[in-house]
């Protein structure tokens, strides 16, 4: 049986990496590269990863080197398809300096109604960018999220608590898909519903445009962001292995 929850998560994760790079098709998978943050993981990553038998790996790890290498990039990360068997690739990534992360499949099966702050203002991130670089950990973070403002798919939201940058949250529009992604609250406005008034307005965007699948993805061990995510009705369907560079 198709997960389409997990099929809109890694198609989602697919166009976010297209926004501001390239892609080539290799051997053993799609190359998404970006030459200008040659090292930046969401834009230098092997998707749809498929290699039938572990036995084919060293030749499928030189391909990709190679041609990060001739880019002048690196591949920071290499995300399997869908029906890829780990077992197969993951011995060889680990001994590679590769480390596992396994991510739940999140999807949103009715619409809630969540509770809000009316203290905390969302507004666009695309009219308010000193606020939305000052919610990330340096420049060069700032910079590489600010490239993708203007894109038409992906609207991004900064929360204001007293004239002061709180939260920020980003809607992927994918066709029919909606994914909630790059959710964060600063840590001097947590647990003060900050997370679920910028949740409810995406949702409420994904809402007026009719998205048939509302998807988003956390890792299995973010426990409290798991429990954030159900408490604003995601449930759990699937998990999606990914393989990161430490």
């Known amino acids: 049986m198709i997960n389409h929850i997990a ?13 501001v790079g390239d892609k080539s098709t290799l051997d053993c998978g799609v190359a998404f590269f970006d030459v200008e943050y040659p090292h930046s993981a969401q834009n230098n990553v092997l998707r749809e990863v498929w290699v039938e038998q572990s036995e084919a790996m060293p030749a499928a790890w030189a391909q990709v080197e190679q041609f990060y290498s001739d880019c002048g990039t690196e591949c920071c990360g290499w995300v399997p398809s869908l029906g890829q068997s780990v077992a197969v690739i993951e011995p060889f990534l680990i001994d590679h300096g590769l480390r596992k992360q396994t991510l739940a499949a999140m999807g949103l099966s009715a619409w809630p109604t969540l509770p809000v702050d009316p203290s905390v203002r969302v507004l666009p991130a695309r009219a308010m960018r000193k606020a939305f670089r000052s919610l990330h950990q340096d420049d060069r973070e700032a910079d590489l999220a600010e490239r993708r403002l203007d894109h038409a798919q992906f609207d991004v939201f900064v929360a204001m608590v007293d004239a002061e940058p709180a939260g920020r949250c980003g809607l992927l529009q994918v066709g029919e898909i909606a994914d909630v992604r790059n959710l964060y609250v600063s840590p001097a406005f947590r647990r003060r519903q900050v997370a679920t008034t910028l949740i409810s307005h995406v949702l409420e965007m994904a809402r007026r445009l009719m998205m048939k699948s509302v998807c988003g993805k956390i890792d299995v061990e973010n426990t409290e962001g798991m429990a954030l995510l159900r408490s604003c009705g995601f449930e759990q369907h699937g998990e999606v292995v990914e393989f990161w560079r430490a």
Request: net charge neutral.
């Open 7 to 19: 099929s809109a998560v890694r198609r989602a994760d697919q166009v976010f990496s297209e926004q």
